[in-house]
């Protein structure tokens, strides 16, 4: 990935990188999804409520947080709520209120 981000200005050179990467990434997540399968059918038998959290784990629509970070000043995120609310605050006076 840092490779990919060198080769930004080039762009024939950032495509074929970056089509390697998402390449990369699909075939670990297939693998990932092979072995949760495999898990699955191992326990079938012995523990299904063990079975039926793994499919839900595999099969659910994961949410993100939304709005959970901020970046300060100088370009950190910031995840503290403490941090969040002071950069809010310096952004906004009123935000506070």
Do not use: F, V
Not at 28 to 36: D, F, L, R, S
Not at 52 to 68: E, F, L, P, V, Y
């Amino acid at each position: 990935m840092a490779l990919r981000r060198k080769a930004k200005q080039d762009s024939s050179r950032y495509k074929s990188i970056d089509k390697e990467i998402k390449k990369m990434c699909n075939e670990a997540k297939e693998e990932w999804i092979n072995g949760q399968c495999k898990e699955i059918e191992d326990c079938k038998k012995a523990d299904n409520a063990y079975m039926h959290q793994k499919i839900n784990d595999i099969a659910s629509k994961k949410r993100t947080a939304q709005g959970g970070c901020i970046k300060s000043k100088d370009g950190k995120i910031l995840m503290e709520t403490s941090d969040i609310l002071e950069r809010w605050s310096e952004y906004n006076p009123r935000a506070l209120l």
